[in-house]
């Protein structure tokens, strides 16, 4: 499985972004599919996650109400849209693909993923 992300950039606090996932490979959808994020000297974290189904998602709660995760219809692209950010969501956002379904209604229970992109850059400025 191979995962490319896009749509990171430069955006003032308030403003949005939509990042992409594009996935490829053999059996792509039967994968859950999250994504994680890591500031400046900061650890990893998982900031949203959808089931290869599309029936489950899941937010961390510091972007709740403010970032949708959704697939579009082949189910081979994941979109993270990012509204109202804050300075504090700065950070390099990673895509991750996981084939044990670990994306579930209390977060994404696994430690790390199968697979993962190579990362693209948000920068909110305050």
């Known amino acids: 499985v191979q995962l490319v992300e896009s749509g990171g950039g430069l955006v003032q606090a308030g403003g949005s972004l939509r990042l992409s996932c594009a996935a490829s490979g053999n059996d792509v959808d039967d994968y859950d599919i999250a994504w994680f994020r890591q500031a400046p000297g900061k650890e990893r974290e998982v900031v949203s996650c959808i089931a290869s189904s599309g029936q489950t998602t899941y937010y961390a709660d510091p972007v709740k109400g403010r970032f949708t995760i959704f697939k579009d219809n082949p189910k081979t692209t994941v979109y993270l849209q990012m509204n109202s950010l804050k300075s504090e969501d700065t950070a390099v956002y990673y895509c991750?693909?996981?084939?044990?379904?670990?994306?579930?209604?209390?977060?994404?229970?696994?430690?790390?993923?199968?697979?993962w992109g190579q990362g693209t850059r948000v920068t909110v400025s305050s």
């Open positions: 991750a693909a996981d084939g044990f379904d670990p994306c579930g209604n209390s977060g994404w229970e696994v430690d790390g993923a199968d697979y």
